[in-house]
């Protein structure tokens, strides 16, 4: 069973494995890259069941426009999952399927890891994430969940929700072009002149991590920024360094703390964000 739609086909489908009991989850809303695709390895690798999900959720977009433009190709992603690993079991769930009451996100407590950076940026995002992988989470019913770097932030929320379900997380490296970019399903809006100039963003986190052994956070921040009011094609959004933990957002370093850089950035109005470990 390939693809499966309703909530009966997914019940019929873990009742047929029910014996089989290492499953994977990897939820992913389409538009498959080669980033989604070494998760997806991963998870293979490391059960006997994965299943994959496809739903563009409408709850986490706090742009309407974000939502109506965010790509489509079930199909090929189809014949991209199965090329991995033809059992795959890929979920691709109707709107009414996650929110048979409407669609509307619940609030949730999150201890702080929502309200900086993107939490900042785009209210309400992050309770609309929680929800939907709340309810995936109750669906599938997976042993361990995997999820990307690219989206620290989300994978920190999601280690939550994880963890108040009794579901593994698991955390898989951002996969990157051959120019650095982190990969994404926004990069294929970018043009081939864009797309090479958006090299500027993983350039600044890996400046970031050189200077930050010497060099405060205030200097380190002045000049990415400098260097952004030079490109005219892109619009910083913010550039911050937090603790890897907590994701506070911290003006100076401190002892026996990890740190990462965070990025937010508008490329002729397609918005990009990348991260990376500072020590």
């Known amino acids: ?95 009414s399927s996650i929110y048979p009451d409407g669609t509307a996100s619940k609030k949730y407590e999150l201890k702080e890891l929502d309200k900086t ?12 994430v929680a929800t939907v992988v709340q309810r995936l989470f109750e669906l599938i019913q997976p042993d361990v969940a995997y999820f990307g770097q690219k989206d620290f932030q989300q994978l920190q929320i999601v280690s939550l929700i994880g963890k108040s379900m009794n579901i593994q997380i698991s955390s898989v490296p951002t996969v990157r072009e051959s120019n650095g970019l982190a990969m994404s399903s926004r990069n294929n809006r970018l043009s081939i002149e864009l797309r090479n100039e958006a090299r500027l963003i993983y350039h600044v986190l890996k400046m970031s991590k050189e ?44 002892k026996n703390t990890t740190y990462r850089a965070f990025i937010a950035v508008k490329v002729d109005g397609i918005r990009l964000i990348d991260n990376l470990s500072l020590n």
């Open 1 to 95: 069973m390939p693809k499966v739609v309703s909530i009966k086909e997914l019940r019929l489908f873990q009742n047929e494995n029910a014996s089989n009991h290492s499953w994977g989850l990897v939820p992913t809303m389409g538009s498959l890259h080669e980033g989604h695709l070494s998760i997806i390895k991963k998870s293979v690798s490391e059960n006997l069941i994965t299943f994959v999900t496809i739903f563009v959720n409408p709850t986490q977009f706090d742009d309407k426009k974000d939502l109506d433009n965010y790509p489509s190709s079930v199909e090929s992603d189809l014949e991209k999952i199965h090329a991995i690993d033809p059992a795959i079991c890929v979920f691709v769930p109707k709107v």
């Open 211 to 254: 200077k930050f052994l010497t060099h405060s956070i205030s200097e380190i921040k002045t000049l990415i920024g400098n260097m952004f009011d030079q490109s005219p094609a892109f619009v910083l959004e913010y550039f911050e360094i937090a603790d890897e933990s907590t994701l506070k957002i911290a003006d100076e370093k401190q």
């Open 117 to 128: 950076m993107e939490g900042q940026n785009r209210p309400g995002h992050f309770d609309g």
